[in-house]
């Protein structure tokens, strides 16, 4: 009989939770994104007070409120509406570039040219030569030879504007399922329009198309390929799409070009990265660029090649360079008409982005992002570029890695719920899951390090532990509650803790060398008999009625079983105290043994130090109540005034113990219906009854065996010890050897 189950249980049901947790990671990441994403927008807001190295040259020109009613009530000389002819941002490139700034990108789409636009008169004191307001946007940007377009997928900047620009930048936003920008897509591509055209005609899905070094593989809807070879250049032949090449187009031209982020681009310019040498590799999530002087940037993404926004800089960032599209309208309408004296220079070698703060009309670009409900979306390129820059972007565990994590946490979680009780497993597993949380945070704080949250803590620590504690209530508790309500009065506290954290515990019958100790409560039959004596006396000689007689008897006896109980309680206490087991009171004798349940290398040792204590705690104990029995003289003196028999005086009782050591059979008796008892029985425990009744009064007599093993485990007091003359016992045919052991 065993009281814990097998320990296989809580194994597999461990291995279970995490295999569960494991794989909703792997085959369903999206489960808990929400929560996940929660947790990494309360990182990135607490990163907000973290120091971190920042670019110092970033700038925004901002179009808002009152840089719209400024050009509205005429700033340039006539009024203008919402929509600005694109000679305004000419002006805003002729300023930016006067002032030598690095590079200006414009977070505004220019996806058709406007010769609607009133024309622009040109500064040359004619007062007469004028230029379409495109072709003065377009002279300013090749003029400045710095200036990033807009691009999306599917607004493509005329060829005027994107001829005349240093390069394209991608301004697409992808938001989140629940409506926050988090994320950027490193590049799109810009098909050739005969991919384009076929896309249309044929019904291809660019997104799917396999890129390749020497070809391009397009899916057609039918199931098979149609693949176009690609010439060490890395050009295409247009007469595999049309027979006839429309005027204007090369017959060899790329397939396909990356656009860049344009904060990428912007932070391209600062470091003189060449984009079109960039290592990409999504299948490894890296993309790598090379700079010059040996700077290397590798930007960690996805298989679709997004990457994390790191929100670092906001518009009131000291770090950021800020003013508004009506101050550099000034600024340029006074250098043209040659007030330079009091310009300022604000935007020299900065990297200069112009967007939209707008609110509550057209031009209006707010959205979501971790920081807040309401972010200026322009600024996710300056913080783009600022990652690039500085090196420091958002990075999200590896899924090996994150595995790690969990089965690490899961299996200390398992650890700390099984081997610990209730309520102390319960603290340390919230401990371990308050030190992980403090450290994803610190992690992200400091290294921009994204570490997993949900599924470590939420499943493989919280289901993890709640499991294991249901486990634990409905089974595990069980089996401890059953040897609590056994040991709890037999053995000391410790043993009981001892025997609960047991691995394996065997209760059933089987045999062990243990060391039996007998102790009698020498004295009390005969002090039982002369109180009684007393009473009987009383209540001849007082002609008491039997009514009231019964009750002297009974008080009587009330007052002897407490004596006895002092003294038995004390001996119990002694046997406690040394690791002991108490078996059962037999009547004014006290049973005990020691080396099981649990081991005890000096069982015999433990046994006779029991001893010792015992006779001790009992020679006090009569010291205290022999003082008692003054008081007790006058109370008596009282009672006999009062009509109610005296109480006998204190006597010193005496233990009489026995001890043995040997092999016998230990176990639980008894059945489920009717109870058990922990307890020994053979030849040896006989033989230490019978020394209990040749020990007289306050003796300690010892068999042979248990003085061997005082001479191993304590030679000096088995030195003091005194061998009497061989007894012969009932039951035992040969003479037993015993020694008697000092106690006073």
Request: with cysteine; hydrophobic share 45%.
């Amino acid at each position: 009989m065993k009281i814990k189950r097998l320990k296989r249980a809580p194994v597999v049901l461990a291995v279970l939770v995490l295999a569960l947790v494991i794989s909703l990671r792997f085959w369903n990441p999206g489960f808990p994104e929400r929560l996940e994403r929660i947790s990494y927008d309360l990182r990135v807001r607490a990163a907000q007070n973290s120091p971190a190295p920042v670019a110092t040259n970033l700038a925004f020109v901002a179009m808002d409120d009152a840089s719209i009613a400024a050009l509205r009530h005429g700033l340039l000389g006539r009024p203008y509406g919402l929509y600005w002819p694109r000679h305004v941002y000419g002006r805003l490139v002729e300023e930016l570039s006067a002032q030598g700034a690095k590079a200006i990108a414009f977070d505004v789409l220019f996806g058709e040219l406007r010769p609607d636009h009133a024309p622009v008169m040109l500064a040359d004191g004619t007062g007469t030569n004028t230029v379409e307001s495109d072709t003065f946007f377009a002279r300013q940007m090749k003029a400045a030879g710095n200036v990033i377009s807009a691009f999306t997928a599917e607004v493509t900047p005329p060829d005027l504007f994107a001829t005349n620009s240093l390069a394209l930048g991608d301004i697409s936003t992808e938001k989140d399922a629940d409506g926050v920008l988090r994320r950027i897509k490193s590049f799109s591509l810009k098909w050739h329009p005969v991919f384009k055209s076929a896309m249309r005609q044929w019904g291809v899905n660019l997104d799917q198309a396999i890129i390749a070094r020497d070809k391009i593989v397009l899916p057609l809807p039918t199931g098979t390929n149609f693949t176009i070879t690609l010439d060490r250049n890395g050009n295409f032949d247009l007469n595999d799409f049309v027979e006839k090449i429309p005027s204007g187009w090369k017959r060899f031209d790329r397939p396909v070009e990356r656009i860049w982020d344009l904060g990428i681009a912007l932070a391209a310019q600062e470091l003189k990265l060449d984009l079109s040498r960039a290592e990409v590799d999504l299948l490894h999530g890296k993309i790598i660029l090379h700079g010059a002087n040996g700077i290397i940037r590798a930007i960690p993404v996805d298989a679709k090649g997004f990457f994390y926004i790191n929100w670092q800089l906001t518009a009131s960032s000291p770090a950021l360079v800020c003013t508004s599209v009506a101050e550099l309208l000034k600024q340029d309408k006074l250098r043209l008409r040659g007030e330079t004296n009091n310009l300022s220079n604000d935007f020299h070698d900065r990297l200069v982005i112009i967007g939209s703060a707008a609110q509550g009309n057209d031009l209006t670009d707010r959205g979501a992002t971790p920081l807040e409900n309401n972010t200026l979306l322009v600024s996710k390129h300056w913080n783009v570029a600022n990652s690039v820059i500085t090196g420091q972007f958002i990075r999200r565990l590896p899924l090996p890695l994150e595995t790690a994590i969990i089965i690490l946490l899961g299996t200390l979680t398992a650890l700390l719920t099984w081997r610990l009780n209730a309520v102390v497993g319960s603290t340390a597993v919230l401990l371990l899951l308050l030190a992980y949380g403090g450290a994803a945070v610190w992690a992200f704080m400091h290294f921009h390090l994204w570490l997993p949250m949900v599924y470590p803590l939420g499943g493989a620590m919280l289901l993890q532990h709640g499991l294991l504690l249901i486990h634990r209530v409905f089974f595990e508790e069980q089996d401890k509650r059953r040897v609590k309500s056994v040991f709890s009065k037999l053995v000391s506290p410790n043993v009981v803790n001892e025997l609960l954290a047991a691995d394996e515990l065997s209760l059933g019958g089987t045999r062990r060398e243990v060391t039996v100790f007998f102790s009698d409560v020498r004295g009390f039959t005969t002090l039982t008999d002369e109180t009684q004596e007393r009473i009987s006396e009383f209540v001849r000689n007082h002609e008491v009625d039997s009514a009231t007689a019964e009750t002297f008897f009974a008080e009587s006896a009330h007052e002897t079983l407490e004596t006895v109980n002092l003294y038995l309680a004390a001996v119990a206490e002694a046997v406690k105290k040394h690791g002991g087991t108490l078996d059962k009171y037999i009547g004014d004798c006290v049973m005990a043994f020691w080396n099981a349940p649990t081991a005890n290398e000096k069982h015999s040792l433990a046994g006779v130090e029991a001893a010792i204590a015992a006779q001790r705690a009992v020679l006090k104990l009569n010291e205290q109540r022999l003082a008692q029995n003054p008081a007790r003289e006058l109370e008596n003196q009282a009672r006999i005034a009062a009509g109610l028999p005296p109480r006998p005086p204190h006597i010193a009782l005496q233990l009489g113990t026995g001890i043995n050591t040997g092999a016998v059979t230990v176990g639980l008796m008894g059945s489920e219906d009717h109870g058990f008892n922990y307890t020994v029985f053979g030849r040896e425990v006989n033989l230490a009854s019978r020394l209990e009744g040749v020990s007289g009064s306050g003796r300690i007599i010892i068999s042979d065996t248990t003085y061997y093993q005082l001479l191993r485990h304590a030679p000096v007091l088995a030195s003091v010890c005194t061998e009497l003359f061989p007894v012969t016992v009932k039951g035992i045919h040969h003479a037993v050897r015993i020694y008697e052991v000092p106690w006073k």
